[in-house]
């Protein structure tokens, strides 16, 4: 399965918890009664999660199924 989903479990987990956010904010409709509220709310999960990203990385780490082609 290493193969298969690349990267840490943390970043798959960002998703999920991305994902039940979405969810859980749809739900209550608060995109359309609190969207003020609900752009913050996903601008900062967005930015929480692109630092995560950037702070857990390592130097070599794998990134992508194929190799980026120097041309």
């Known amino acids: 399965m290493k193969g298969i989903f690349l990267g840490k ?3 798959w987990l960002l998703w999920v ?3 039940g956010l979405l ?5 209550q409709k608060l995109h359309t ?11 900062a999960v967005t930015a929480a999660s692109i630092l995560s990203i950037v ?3 390592r130097k ?3 990134i992508t199924r ?3 082609d120097d041309d």
Do not use: C, D, M, Q
């Open 9 to 11: 479990p943390l970043h």
């Open 17 to 19: 918890a991305i994902l």
């Open 23 to 27: 969810v859980a904010l749809g739900s």
């Open 33 to 43: 009664r609190e969207f003020n509220l609900f752009t913050f709310i996903v601008l």
């Open 55 to 57: 702070l857990t990385y």
């Open 60 to 62: 070599g780490e794998r």
């Open 66 to 68: 194929e190799p980026f």
